[in-house]
């Protein structure tokens, strides 16, 4: 039975603060041990809290993560002052009737050729651990916060917290 990775400690305020985050930053390792970043669509986090992306089949990162499936997904939400980082196992799926599952009309603007294009392809990660940074998000409070550790010198607070998940 696959793992539920939302049923541990924090995970659930984890998942609360990335739901609507529109981009992650997915890192993977290349062949020389450097790490590679890029921007990808937060598609869908599934029941079990596994994280899904659309992605082109022959793509530099599928064949990195076919090599080291070790990734790192990071979320920003500055205007709420969110920051959520997930490390986790991926793996690249062509299963067509999830790729028709997960598939909506905006995913276009990268797969011109639609959801039957044989180059789509899906990358879920399973994730094993993150951390979450949880900042007051009130315009007001931040300034108040901003303002305070200017005369105070102590810095706002911000809830921090690792999360294990799997």
Request: glycine letters at 6%; hydrophobic letters at 35%.
């Amino acid at each position: 039975m696959h793992e539920n990775h939302r049923d541990h400690e924090g995970a659930k305020k984890l998942f609360e603060l990335i739901k609507d985050v529109k981009v992650a930053m997915m890192t993977t390792v290349d062949t020389d041990g450097t790490l590679n970043s890029r921007p990808m669509w937060n598609n869908d986090i599934d029941p079990n809290g596994d994280l899904w992306f659309f992605t082109k089949l022959h793509s530099p990162k599928t064949a990195e993560i076919s090599r080291d499936n070790q990734v790192n997904l990071a979320y920003s939400d500055p205007s709420s002052q969110n920051y959520v980082s997930v490390a986790g196992k991926a793996e690249v799926i062509r299963d067509q009737a999830l790729i028709d599952e997960k598939w909506n009309a905006s995913l276009k603007t990268w797969f011109p050729n639609g959801k039957d294009d044989p180059e789509v392809a899906l990358i879920r990660v399973c994730p094993e651990k993150g951390e979450y940074w949880d900042s007051p998000n009130a315009t007001m409070l931040h300034l108040y916060g901003t303002v305070k550790a200017a005369l105070t010198g102590e810095s706002p607070k911000t809830e921090t917290k690792k999360v294990g998940l799997s």
